[in-house]
């Protein structure tokens, strides 16, 4: 027996047509007033105004990580460093790079913290004690007109919490597939898509009147009266597959739309979806060209994606076409994200839902509760946003649209909701996930990730919500010790200004598998004097490579005047 599937789309409210065509220039002077009343303001995620005090110090142990004394030696210089200043402090912590961490009893700033320092490596025993000053995020929050109300994206107690992600990584590189009714042409997808494939056979479904081609384009998947089903009604344009690629990778900071989840991710088209949805042999067809495997009489797709998306689903059991399908797509090493569902039971009762080896999302709402409508249950693995408009449409998921009613017209934007907008913000995580780590980053090393990162949903689901809500903020703060054998992230070299050509300093850390060069020659680890413009470069050891994504070169240049520049790496 032949599966029909549907787009797990919108769940049917009255307002939902309306709003599918609700376009951006609308947005500011009717959301202004109501996100007033249910929204905080986007969080900015620029550095405040550095304040140079900090109540922490990191203290460097002679002879270097390992050394047998070096808890003892800290805390007795801890100690003898603070009484002299008739403060307190006590060693709280060990870092990854063999160092101490002495807290004080009180924030030291200016000659105090300097006093401080000197009193620490005049111990015997003290390689070196620098502050431990606080970071801030260095990524300016979009300027994305639309970004204000995308609450999915920033809300810290409902939304995905993307700005930290993005000062980690982007997406850049990765190719990220979405298996769905196409695409439209818009101007925040174009430049982000790759060439892709319509797998739809039928070519009434289709609309294109040719079967299988190179055109991934959305035709439209609107439907007459009875033509999906005796006593239907009829149905406009959904551009499903348009709205589940801007969630992804709509190009952010370019002052106009949105913001994807992975802005700089590539897109892959396959469409699989046509009026009254699709086959599911097409479905099973598109991940595996989407994956990079062979389909009969079809090229191979060049450019393999590492993210499957799939915002699909229908009624029963996970078939054995489909799973030998996702199967392969794993083993070709791409993680394949799906839809709970929409039917506010369990998601073991959806396909591809219940399918093995997937990453089912289920859908939460902007008050941190699951959606009214989102499946539930033991098959779902993580939860994202995926809106909930009964009350304020504005409570959807905003993201790219078309303003055609049956055939595509011009450009828009639209708020939707459903399980098939939660499953791309998982897709978008992944994707920075990918592009970070680097190709030896399995499906499974992705899922666990996003698994072990999630929080509980502030809402509440009493029902099943996985590991909970993802938090792709946590997900990207990565260490070496959360990377596949043999990958490595090196540790930042960091500055410290006195504006004294004496004091200027910089610190080469003590990091896993990596050396540190400055004009091609090894550093070692320590603090080291600073004067003009310093660069320094990470390397990876023999039988070790760098993340894909990690910084590896930092630049400072020291100054010379009254006015300190600020620290960097």
């Known amino acids: 027996m032949t599966h029909r599937i549907s787009p797990r789309t919108a769940v049917a409210l009255s307002l939902a047509a309306v709003l599918a065509h609700t376009t951006l220039a609308a947005l500011p002077a009717q959301a202004d007033n109501e996100l007033d009343n249910i929204r905080k303001t986007p969080p900015r995620a620029a550095a405040p105004a550095v304040d140079p005090a900090t109540d922490q110090f990191i203290v460097g142990i002679q002879g270097g990580p390992g050394t047998a004394s070096e808890s003892a030696v800290t805390s007795e210089a801890a100690q003898m460093a603070a009484g002299r200043l008739g403060i307190n402090a006590q060693n709280v912590k060990d870092t990854a790079a063999g160092t101490q961490v002495v807290k004080t009893s009180r924030p030291l700033s200016g000659a105090q913290a300097d006093a401080f320092l000197a009193e620490l490596r005049s111990v015997p025993g003290v390689a070196y004690a620098e502050p431990d000053m606080k970071m801030y995020p260095t990524a300016e929050a979009p300027n ?78 609107w439907f007459a009266a009875d033509q999906c089903g005796v006593g239907g009604q009829d149905g406009t344009s959904s551009w499903h597959g348009t709205h589940v690629a801007g969630t992804i990778a709509a190009v952010a900071n370019n002052g106009d739309g949105i913001a994807g989840v992975a802005p700089e991710a590539r897109l892959l088209p396959v469409r699989a979806l046509g009026a009254c949805g699709g086959y599911e042999s097409d479905v099973a067809d598109s991940i595996v060209w989407a994956a990079g495997g062979q389909v009969a009489a079809l090229p191979i797709n060049p450019n393999p994606a590492r993210v499957i998306n799939l915002s699909v689903g229908g009624d029963g059991p996970c078939s054995s076409t489909l799973q030998n399908a996702i199967s392969l797509a794993n083993k070709a090493g791409a993680a394949v994200v799906v839809a709970a569902g929409n039917s506010n039971r369990p998601a073991s009762r959806m396909s591809p839902a219940n399918c093995r080896k997937v990453i089912t999302v289920a859908a939460s709402g902007p008050n941190g509760a699951r959606a009214p409508y989102s499946n539930y249950g033991d098959d779902v693995d993580v939860t994202a946003p995926g809106g909930d408009i009964k009350n304020e449409y504005v409570e959807g998921i905003l993201s790219t649209s078309n303003f055609g009613s049956t055939t595509p017209g011009l450009e828009a934007y639209a708020f939707m909701q459903g399980t098939s907008m939660a499953a791309p913000h998982v897709a978008g995580i992944a994707a920075l996930l990918m592009s970070e780590v680097g190709s030896k980053y399995t499906p499974e090393m992705v899922e666990k990730r996003l698994e072990s990162t999630a929080r509980p949903l502030s809402g509440g689901c009493p029902e099943g919500c996985g590991h909970g809500l993802v938090d792709a903020a946590k997900a990207l703060d990565l260490s070496t010790a959360d990377l596949p054998s043999g990958i490595v992230l090196p540790e930042a070299v960091t500055f410290t200004d006195k504006d004294g050509v004496k004091k200027d300093t910089f610190t080469v850390p003590s990091s896993k598998g990596v050396e540190y060069l400055r004009d091609g020659k090894v550093l070692g680890s320590g603090v080291l004097p600073g004067s003009g413009t310093v660069t320094v470069t990470a390397r990876a050891l023999p039988k070790y490579s760098l993340a894909a994504g990690a910084t590896s070169q930092w630049t400072y240049t020291f100054s010379t005047d009254s006015a300190p520049a600020g620290p960097a790496g």
């Open 144 to 221: 994305d007109p639309g970004y204000q109300v995308q609450w999915n994206l920033w809300d810290d107690a409902a939304g995905i919490r993307v700005p930290g992600a993005w000062d980690v990584n982007r997406g850049e590189g990765t190719v990220v597939a979405v298996v769905d009714t196409g695409i439209t042409s818009h101007s925040e997808l174009d430049s982000r898509v790759l060439p892709g494939f319509d797998m739809i056979v039928d070519a009434a479904n289709a609309r294109d009147g040719d079967g299988r081609d190179a055109d991934p384009r959305d035709e439209g998947d």
